[in-house]
């Protein structure tokens, strides 16, 4: 039985397969494994992520590592662009009048 966690997996690298075959022309599971591995480990700096696939003989284009790296962390669900995280962390429940601040007026 697959987890939730496993198909996102699965769906993550052939997403970064598809994007190195468009971009590159060809698509390898195993380097599609290691981007990710390098996007996660420097999340929170697509600089530092493009400096690291550099020193590992990706000379990728900074458009198209900045790209992977915005896609892997979103679908990843790290980082700034993270999907289904806000920043909101207060733990009380907003108020139908806050929410909806329009509806809330009388009508004149």
């Not at 996660?40 to 198209?64: D, I, R, V």
């Not at 009380?92 to 007026?105: V, W």
């Amino acid at each position: 039985k697959m987890s939730l966690e496993t198909l996102q997996r699965f769906a993550l690298v052939s997403k970064v397969c598809s994007e190195l075959d468009n971009h590159l022309g060809f698509s390898d599971k195993t380097l599609a494994e290691f981007i990710i591995h390098l996007a996660k480990q420097y999340s929170n700096n697509s600089e530092h992520f493009q400096k690291a696939l550099l020193e590992n003989g990706a000379e990728f284009p900074t458009t198209f590592s900045s790209n992977l790296h915005r896609i892997i962390n979103s679908t990843a669900g790290t980082g700034k662009g993270a999907v289904g995280k806000s920043n909101d962390t207060s733990t009380e429940p907003k108020s139908t009048k806050a929410i909806f601040s329009g509806f809330s007026k009388p009508n004149n």
